[in-house]
């Protein structure tokens, strides 16, 4: 026994045994860790540390480890790429060029001149210290947002452009470290040899990606054979990156550039989608690595200064981002979460730093001091998002009404532009088709009646505000007629038809989408009211039935057949990640107009007149309708009407042949076209 049990250690020694080691670190990293409640970036980390160099030794082949590791940055970044179209850039060209430019060259600069004034190291060492801290961690920022499901609120999407630009900001920092090391006398030399190669990896990858990238994958998706899909995809990812290697450039700089020209084709989600898993077990591996380079004989003798410098590089960058933030219009409450989201060293950091030292622009004790300080900031990350959070929602709760009634900046910002789309309801579909949105990168307005619901979505950051859809004021003061499209989530069907007929009254040609309750609901609303209705029913999950609904309002607002087929794949395999949601809709979605909300067993009917002045504010859980002259208490719209008003009462008169009218108002021509608008008493 003990011979065989010898025979099978001395079997598996070196990178066999590394090799299950490994896998199984990534394999019950993450299990452990949401048992454990806490994120599986951080028991990445902590693993990485214990089974590493400085701890137990565990793992004795590190450099293997680390270029397998590379992948992992190299998918991330291909990742990057397909995530960085002209339709992303164009949506948020002012978070990632000007908040994001801003951002990495004040912090450069502020660091430069810190160890300008406290250190003795030479310039050269200066500029690629500066650069390097100047970057966040994408891999670690995108996964605890993607794992909170904020990508889509106003900081989420403020710290994503930012952290796009550091990507770009990435490629001259790489190119920029070994001009450095060669030092004047070589500095026209290196950089001609710099600009020849990126040149030649600009334009192979160009010409490549022209000629043969699509009728590479025409032809192979016409095979519609999975496995050789996925067979060209990892070879376009890897092909580039060594090209761009060979150059003497970064490797990820090619999978970047792959990920850049893909983002542009008909097949971009089926790519990320088939990606994503080589990418989070690899990703996984890097922040393993990441903990290796924690060293904590090195942290407990010079304790002091490792926590100054971590303190001191989370202070400054996040000081620098809520600076910033504030003078880019974000609220204080997302400036916050902004900043404390992106206070890390990045992993490029290790790159820069590691490249620096192979050219003797960094000693080594610096290097490796400097490494574990941006080690433990990446290790603090989820420890400071949580913080922002409780900061953020102080922060919120004492924001005043024009935060929640859509007349603070970003509201104004929306509004003033033609190219958003109005969701009115923020139940489950309505939010699950304002995720929908957020994929496609088109911009939207929440209008939501109750507000609870309204404020606690506005204290996330998302652009959902409190408002009643069928008076005219409100969607005057929310700028619906320069909207691409209006899409009605509500629940229930009276209030629908409210909504709808109140949309069309002022807004003839307004393109709108409204959810119908039946098969009858859904031909009335049709043919007199010229809206694309559709029943969303799927047995057999509560999330799942908005999304052919969701659909159809991608199409509307200009993503292809192929676009939505891919955006609508992604977001059905989420869903069924995340398990089976039972119970319908936790008390439905809420309505819109006068037929009131419901919410688990709660009846509540809030008529707000717009034109008095409106304040929301939320104190001790309660939330107080303040209106000009003081609180006014609502009757519930039964007891306003004398009875409950059917859909019968709302659509009295409707013909289910021919004949297109309402109340003997609404008429169309030949063309479609309505000639008049509903009468008032519609």
Same mark, same amino acid.
């Not at 949401?34 to 990445?44: E, F, Q």
């Not at 999978?255 to 020209?261: E, I």
């Not at 989420?574 to 936790?586: A, D, F, N, P, R």
């Not at 006068?594 to 509540?604: A, F, L, Q, T, Y």
């Given at each position: 026994?003990?011979?065989?049990?010898?025979?099978?250690?001395?079997?598996?020694?070196?990178?066999?045994?590394?090799? +299950?080691?490994?896998?199984?670190?990534?394999?019950?990293?993450?299990?452990?860790?949401?048992?454990?409640?806490?994120?599986?970036?951080?028991?990445?980390?902590?693993?990485?540390?214990?089974?590493?160099?400085?701890?137990?030794?565990?793992?004795?082949?590190?450099?293997?480890?680390?270029?397998?590791?590379?992948?992992?940055?190299?998918?991330?970044?291909?990742?990057?790429?397909?995530?960085?179209?002209?339709?992303?850039?164009?949506?948020?060209?002012?978070?990632?060029?000007?908040?994001?430019?801003?951002?990495?060259?004040? @912090?450069?600069?502020?660091?430069?001149?810190?160890?300008?004034?406290?250190?003795?190291?030479?310039?050269?060492?200066?500029?690629?210290?500066?650069?390097?801290?100047?970057?966040?961690?994408?891999?670690?920022?995108?996964?605890?947002?993607?794992?909170?499901?904020?990508?889509?609120?106003?900081? /989420?999407?403020?710290?994503?452009?930012?952290?796009?630009?550091?990507?770009?900001?990435?490629?001259? #920092?790489?190119?920029?470290?070994?001009?450095?090391?060669?030092?004047?006398?070589?500095?026209?030399?290196?950089?001609?040899?710099?600009?020849?190669?990126?040149?030649?990896?600009?334009?192979?990858?160009?010409?490549?990606?022209?000629?043969?990238?699509?009728?590479?994958?025409?032809?192979?998706?016409?095979?519609?054979?999975?496995?050789?899909?996925?067979? $060209?995809?990892?070879?376009?990812?890897?092909?580039?990156?060594?090209?761009?290697?060979?150059?003497?450039?970064?490797?990820?700089?090619?999978?970047?550039?792959?990920?850049?020209?893909?983002?542009?084709?008909?097949?971009?989600?089926?790519?990320?989608?088939?990606?994503?898993?080589?990418?989070? +077990?690899?990703?996984?591996?890097?922040?393993?690595? +990441?903990?290796?380079?924690?060293? %904590?004989?090195? #942290?407990?003798?010079?304790?002091?200064?490792?926590?100054?410098?971590?303190?001191?590089?989370?202070?400054?960058?996040?000081? %620098?981002?809520?600076?910033?933030?504030?003078?880019?219009? %974000?609220?204080?409450?997302?400036?916050?979460?902004?900043?404390?989201?992106?206070?890390?060293?990045?992993?490029?950091?290790?790159?820069?730093?590691?490249?620096?030292?192979?050219?003797?622009?960094?000693?080594?004790?610096?290097?490796?001091?400097?490494?574990?300080?941006?080690?433990?900031?990446?290790?603090?990350?989820?420890?400071?998002?949580?913080?922002?959070?409780?900061?953020?929602?102080? #922060?919120?709760?004492?924001?005043?009404?024009?935060?929640?009634?859509?007349?603070?900046?970003?509201?104004?910002?929306?509004?003033?532009?033609?190219?958003?789309?109005?969701?009115?309801?923020?139940?489950?579909?309505?939010?699950?088709?304002?995720?929908?949105?957020?994929?496609?990168?088109?911009?939207?307005?929440?209008?939501?009646?109750?507000?609870?619901?309204?404020?606690?979505?506005?204290?996330?950051?998302?652009?959902?505000?409190?408002?009643?859809?069928?008076?005219?004021?409100?969607?005057?003061?929310?700028?619906?007629?320069?909207?691409?499209?209006?899409?009605?989530?509500?629940?229930?069907?009276?209030? @629908?038809?409210?909504?709808?007929?109140?949309?069309?009254?002022?807004?003839?040609?307004?393109?709108?989408?409204?959810?119908?309750?039946?098969?009858?609901?859904?031909?009335?609303?049709?043919? $007199?009211?010229?809206?694309?209705?559709?029943?969303?029913? +799927?047995?057999?999950?509560?999330?799942?039935?908005?999304?052919?609904? /969701?659909?159809?309002?991608?199409?509307?607002?200009?993503?292809?057949?192929?676009?939505?087929?891919?955006?609508?794949?992604?977001?059905?395999?989420? %869903?069924?990640?995340?398990?089976?949601?039972?119970?319908?809709?936790?008390?439905?979605?809420?309505?819109?107009?006068?037929?009131?909300?419901?919410?688990?067993?709660?009846?509540?009917?809030?008529?707000?007149?717009?034109?008095?002045?409106?304040?929301?504010?939320?104190?001790?859980?309660?939330?107080?309708?303040?209106?000009?002259? /003081?609180?006014?208490?609502?009757?519930?719209?039964?007891?306003?009407?004398?009875?409950?008003?059917?859909?019968?009462? @709302?659509?009295?008169?409707?013909?289910?042949?021919?004949?297109?009218?309402?109340?003997?108002?609404?008429?169309?021509?030949?063309?479609?076209?309505?000639?008049?608008?509903?009468?008032?008493?519609?």
């Amino acid at each position: 026994m003990r011979s065989a049990l010898t025979e099978l250690n001395t079997f598996m020694e070196g990178t066999k045994k590394d090799t +299950v080691l490994i896998l199984a670190a990534t394999a019950l990293v993450p299990t452990l860790s949401k048992k454990a409640g806490m994120s599986p970036v951080l028991g990445y980390l902590a693993a990485g540390t214990v089974i590493g160099p400085n701890v137990a030794g565990l793992i004795k082949s590190v450099h293997n480890t680390e270029i397998l590791a590379e992948l992992g940055i190299v998918f991330f970044l291909f990742e990057m790429g397909i995530e960085l179209s002209t339709d992303r850039l164009r949506s948020m060209k002012k978070d990632v060029f000007a908040l994001g430019g801003s951002q990495f060259s004040l @912090t450069a600069l502020t660091f430069a001149l810190l160890f300008k004034r406290f250190t003795t190291l030479q310039n050269n060492a200066i500029v690629t210290l500066s650069g390097g801290l100047a970057l966040s961690s994408s891999a670690f920022v995108l996964q605890l947002l993607k794992e909170k499901s904020n990508l889509g609120t106003r900081f /989420g999407k403020a710290s994503f452009g930012v952290l796009l630009f550091q990507d770009l900001a990435v490629v001259p #920092l790489l190119v920029a470290i070994p001009l450095l090391a060669g030092g004047a006398s070589g500095m026209a030399k290196a950089l001609t040899s710099a600009v020849v190669k990126a040149a030649m990896a600009l334009g192979g990858i160009a010409f490549v990606g022209r000629f043969v990238l699509n009728p590479l994958f025409d032809g192979v998706a016409s095979a519609k054979n999975q496995e050789a899909f996925l067979g $060209v995809t990892l070879l376009t990812v890897l092909s580039m990156s060594f090209l761009t290697e060979g150059l003497g450039l970064s490797n990820t700089l090619g999978a970047f550039l792959a990920g850049v020209l893909l983002s542009e084709t008909k097949y971009r989600y089926q790519i990320e989608a088939d990606v994503a898993p080589f990418r989070g +077990v690899l990703l996984g591996l890097f922040f393993l690595t +990441v903990g290796f380079e924690i060293d %904590i004989i090195l #942290l407990i003798s010079k304790f002091k200064l490792i926590a100054g410098m971590v303190a001191g590089i989370v202070a400054v960058k996040a000081g %620098i981002i809520i600076a910033l933030a504030g003078a880019f219009g %974000i609220s204080p409450a997302n400036g916050v979460q902004t900043g404390f989201l992106l206070s890390q060293g990045g992993e490029f950091a290790f790159v820069a730093f590691g490249l620096a030292k192979s050219l003797g622009i960094l000693d080594p004790n610096t290097t490796k001091l400097f490494l574990t300080s941006v080690a433990l900031t990446m290790a603090v990350t989820p420890m400071m998002a949580g913080v922002s959070e409780k900061i953020a929602q102080k #922060l919120e709760e004492q924001t005043g009404a024009d935060h929640y009634l859509g007349e603070d900046q970003e509201a104004k910002e929306i509004k003033g532009s033609d190219d958003f789309v109005v969701v009115v309801g923020y139940g489950v579909v309505g939010k699950l088709v304002c995720d929908l949105l957020d994929m496609k990168f088109q911009r939207f307005i929440g209008i939501e009646l109750d507000p609870k619901k309204a404020i606690q979505a506005r204290n996330r950051g998302l652009p959902v505000f409190y408002g009643d859809s069928t008076r005219s004021e409100t969607c005057k003061a929310f700028n619906v007629g320069k909207a691409k499209a209006v899409v009605i989530t509500i629940a229930d069907a009276t209030a @629908t038809n409210r909504c709808v007929i109140a949309l069309r009254r002022e807004y003839p040609d307004m393109a709108i989408f409204a959810r119908a309750t039946n098969a009858e609901h859904q031909k009335r609303l049709t043919n $007199v009211l010229d809206v694309k209705a559709m029943v969303p029913i +799927v047995p057999e999950e509560t999330k799942l039935l908005t999304l052919p609904f /969701g659909g159809e309002v991608l199409k509307a607002v200009g993503a292809d057949e192929e676009e939505v087929k891919g955006i609508l794949e992604t977001f059905r395999k989420q %869903i069924l990640g995340e398990g089976s949601e039972g119970g319908g809709e936790e008390g439905g979605s809420s309505s819109s107009g006068e037929g009131g909300v419901e919410e688990e067993g709660e009846s509540k009917n809030i008529d707000i007149d717009v034109d008095d002045v409106v304040v929301l504010e939320k104190k001790k859980e309660k939330v107080k309708v303040e209106l000009g002259e /003081g609180l006014r208490e609502q009757e519930t719209a039964k007891a306003e009407h004398g009875g409950e008003e059917t859909e019968e009462d @709302t659509l009295a008169s409707v013909g289910t042949g021919g004949t297109q009218k309402l109340g003997g108002g609404l008429k169309k021509d030949s063309a479609g076209v309505f000639t008049n608008k509903p009468p008032e008493d519609a």
